[in-house]
Protein backbone atom coordinates (compact mmCIF):
# COMPACT_ATOMS: atom_id res chain seq x y z
CA UNK A 1 0.00 0.00 0.00
CA UNK A 2 1.14 3.18 -1.07
CA UNK A 3 2.07 5.98 1.27
CA UNK A 4 -1.09 7.88 2.76
CA UNK A 5 0.26 11.32 1.96
CA UNK A 6 0.33 10.50 -1.71
CA UNK A 7 -2.92 8.73 -1.66
CA UNK A 8 -4.65 11.30 -1.11
CA UNK A 9 -3.17 13.58 -3.37
CA UNK A 10 -3.59 11.24 -6.00
CA UNK A 11 -7.32 10.86 -4.93
CA UNK A 12 -7.04 14.97 -5.27
CA UNK A 13 -5.52 15.03 -8.41
CA UNK A 14 -7.89 12.88 -9.84
CA UNK A 15 -11.15 14.41 -8.47
CA UNK A 16 -9.29 17.76 -9.95
CA UNK A 17 -9.03 15.73 -13.51
CA UNK A 18 -12.58 15.23 -13.51
CA UNK A 19 -13.88 18.49 -12.69
CA UNK A 20 -11.45 20.28 -15.55
CA UNK A 21 -12.56 17.37 -17.70
CA UNK A 22 -16.26 18.29 -17.50
CA UNK A 23 -15.06 22.77 -17.24
CA UNK A 24 -14.19 21.61 -20.58
CA UNK A 25 -17.36 19.66 -21.96
CA UNK A 26 -19.02 23.29 -20.51
CA UNK A 27 -16.58 25.32 -22.82
CA UNK A 28 -14.77 26.69 -19.74
CA UNK A 29 -11.84 25.36 -19.97
CA UNK A 30 -8.84 24.42 -22.60
CA UNK A 31 -7.83 21.22 -23.95
CA UNK A 32 -4.53 22.28 -22.44
CA UNK A 33 -5.91 22.56 -19.05
CA UNK A 34 -6.94 19.07 -18.95
CA UNK A 35 -3.72 17.82 -20.54
CA UNK A 36 -2.22 19.73 -17.80
CA UNK A 37 -4.36 18.12 -15.26
CA UNK A 38 -3.81 14.77 -16.96
CA UNK A 39 0.12 15.54 -16.45
CA UNK A 40 0.09 16.34 -12.77
CA UNK A 41 -2.18 13.20 -11.92
CA UNK A 42 -0.40 10.67 -13.67
CA UNK A 43 3.47 12.19 -12.41
CA UNK A 44 2.22 11.64 -9.25
CA UNK A 45 0.72 8.36 -9.77
CA UNK A 46 4.52 7.34 -10.83
CA UNK A 47 5.89 9.21 -7.79
CA UNK A 48 3.58 6.60 -5.69
CA UNK A 49 4.50 3.92 -7.44
CA UNK A 50 7.97 4.76 -7.33
CA UNK A 51 7.61 4.95 -3.56
CA UNK A 52 6.41 1.80 -3.80
CA UNK A 53 8.97 -0.08 -5.15
CA UNK A 54 11.54 1.74 -3.34
CA UNK A 55 10.00 0.25 0.36
CA UNK A 56 10.02 -2.83 -1.52
CA UNK A 57 13.61 -2.54 -2.07
CA UNK A 58 14.32 -1.57 1.72
CA UNK A 59 12.29 -4.80 3.01
CA UNK A 60 14.42 -6.79 0.87
CA UNK A 61 17.65 -5.12 2.13
CA UNK A 62 16.86 -5.63 5.29
CA UNK A 63 15.71 -8.67 5.01
CA UNK A 64 18.95 -9.67 3.67
CA UNK A 65 20.73 -8.27 6.36
CA UNK A 66 18.75 -10.10 9.00
CA UNK A 67 19.27 -13.17 7.48
CA UNK A 68 16.04 -14.01 6.13
CA UNK A 69 14.50 -15.01 2.87
CA UNK A 70 13.06 -11.58 1.34
CA UNK A 71 9.58 -13.38 0.38
CA UNK A 72 8.93 -14.06 3.85
CA UNK A 73 9.71 -10.53 5.15
CA UNK A 74 8.09 -7.41 5.75
CA UNK A 75 7.47 -4.59 7.64
CA UNK A 76 4.20 -3.74 9.37
CA UNK A 77 3.08 -0.02 7.86
CA UNK A 78 2.54 2.44 10.23
CA UNK A 79 0.08 4.88 9.11
CA UNK A 80 1.55 8.18 10.21
CA UNK A 81 -0.19 11.16 12.20
CA UNK A 82 -1.12 14.22 8.57
CA UNK A 83 1.99 16.41 8.76
CA UNK A 84 -0.41 19.64 9.17
CA UNK A 85 0.74 21.41 12.18
CA UNK A 86 -1.84 23.05 14.81
CA UNK A 87 -0.79 26.90 15.50
CA UNK A 88 -2.13 28.33 18.76
CA UNK A 89 -5.41 30.74 18.60
CA UNK A 90 -3.36 33.94 18.76
CA UNK A 91 -1.24 35.65 16.03
CA UNK A 92 2.13 35.85 17.07
CA UNK A 93 2.07 39.26 15.69
CA UNK A 94 -0.57 40.35 18.42
CA UNK A 95 2.15 40.38 21.23
CA UNK A 96 5.58 42.94 21.53
CA UNK A 97 7.55 39.62 21.88
CA UNK A 98 5.88 37.99 18.47
CA UNK A 99 6.16 41.82 16.43
CA UNK A 100 10.22 41.63 17.54
CA UNK A 101 10.63 37.90 16.48
CA UNK A 102 9.23 38.93 13.39
CA UNK A 103 11.32 42.07 12.55
CA UNK A 104 14.41 40.42 13.71
CA UNK A 105 13.87 37.76 11.17
CA UNK A 106 12.63 40.07 8.78
CA UNK A 107 15.96 41.63 9.13
CA UNK A 108 18.28 38.30 9.05
CA UNK A 109 16.51 37.46 5.76
CA UNK A 110 17.64 40.84 4.53
CA UNK A 111 20.84 40.52 5.56
CA UNK A 112 20.86 36.79 3.89
CA UNK A 113 19.50 38.37 0.61
CA UNK A 114 22.77 41.15 0.41
CA UNK A 115 25.18 38.26 1.60
CA UNK A 116 23.66 36.28 -1.60
CA UNK A 117 24.16 39.72 -3.80
CA UNK A 118 27.90 40.22 -2.64
CA UNK A 119 28.76 36.36 -3.58
CA UNK A 120 27.09 36.73 -7.13
CA UNK A 121 29.03 39.80 -7.30
CA UNK A 122 32.34 38.66 -6.59
CA UNK A 123 31.97 35.94 -9.75
CA UNK A 124 32.27 39.28 -11.99
CA UNK A 125 35.66 40.64 -12.40
CA UNK A 126 36.61 44.05 -10.64
CA UNK A 127 37.17 46.58 -13.78
CA UNK A 128 38.03 50.45 -12.81
CA UNK A 129 38.19 52.89 -15.79
CA UNK A 130 39.15 56.09 -15.31
CA UNK A 131 39.25 58.86 -17.33
CA UNK A 132 41.66 62.37 -17.51
CA UNK A 133 42.69 64.91 -19.56
CA UNK A 134 46.53 65.97 -19.62
CA UNK A 135 47.23 69.95 -19.97
CA UNK A 136 49.93 69.21 -22.27
CA UNK A 137 49.30 67.79 -25.37
CA UNK A 138 52.22 64.43 -26.31
CA UNK A 139 53.83 65.29 -29.46
CA UNK A 140 55.33 61.74 -31.61
CA UNK A 141 57.83 62.08 -34.09
CA UNK A 142 58.35 59.63 -36.92
CA UNK A 143 61.90 59.13 -37.73
Not at 19 to 42: C, M, N, P, W
Request: aromatic share 6%; hydrophobic share 35%.
Amino acid sequence: MPSATLDETVAAYRDSLEITRVQFRAGIASDEAVAQAETQLEATEAQDTNLEVARAQFEHAIAVLLGRPASTFSLRRRRQASPRQRFPSGCPRSSSSGARTWRGAERRMAQANAQIGIATAAFFPNVTLTGGRDSSPRRFSTG
